[in-house]
């Protein structure tokens, strides 16, 4: 009878020990989830500073002809700026530091390598560029 209750004791203390590693396992797996989710990305928008969320992509456009080192480019925004600009976000040039209007666009070269990758070189938004004209 001993022997019997011994090793229901003994079920019972593997049974209760495999339960809680169970869910202290799952509770770390949703805490290693929610603060990768919540890590910052690597890429900002170079208009309102506002960091790209996995999916979202930067509005551009980048002339012709495309088999030269480096083209001309325009940079409209993200989707927090551009089309229509969110609540608190402003559209601030890099170049001169003055508010970009919500149809300007920060104009930019793109340098193709031979590597595959690519480079962007803001040069200004389109107002300071046409006061440089001037």
């Given at each position: 009878?001993?022997?019997?209750l011994?090793?229901?004791?003994?079920?019972?203390?593997?049974?209760a020990?495999s339960?809680f590693?169970f869910?202290?396992?799952?509770?770390?797996s949703?805490k290693?989830?929610?603060?990768?989710?919540?890590?910052?990305?690597l890429?900002?928008?170079p208009?309102?500073?506002?960091?790209l969320?996995?999916?979202q992509?930067?509005?551009?456009?980048?002339?012709?002809?495309?088999n030269?080192?480096d083209?001309?480019?325009?940079?409209?925004g993200?989707?927090?700026c551009f089309?229509?600009?969110?609540?608190?976000?402003?559209?601030i040039?890099?170049v001169?530091?003055?508010?970009?209007?919500?149809?300007?666009?920060?104009?930019?070269?793109?340098?193709?390598r031979?590597?595959g990758?690519?480079?962007?070189?803001?040069?200004?938004?389109n107002q300071?560029?046409?006061?440089?004209?001037k």
């Amino acid at each position: 009878m001993e022997f019997i209750l011994l090793f229901a004791a003994i079920l019972l203390i593997i049974f209760a020990l495999s339960y809680f590693a169970f869910f202290r396992r799952n509770s770390k797996s949703k805490k290693f989830a929610e603060k990768n989710s919540s890590r910052a990305t690597l890429v900002n928008c170079p208009i309102c500073g506002s960091p790209l969320l996995k999916g979202q992509n930067i509005i551009s456009k980048v002339y012709r002809p495309m088999n030269v080192p480096d083209q001309r480019c325009t940079v409209s925004g993200c989707p927090n700026c551009f089309p229509i600009c969110k609540a608190g976000v402003k559209r601030i040039c890099p170049v001169c530091a003055k508010s970009i209007p919500q149809d300007g666009y920060l104009v930019s070269r793109l340098f193709n390598r031979t590597q595959g990758k690519k480079h962007v070189m803001i040069v200004g938004c389109n107002q300071c560029l046409h006061n440089e004209v001037k």
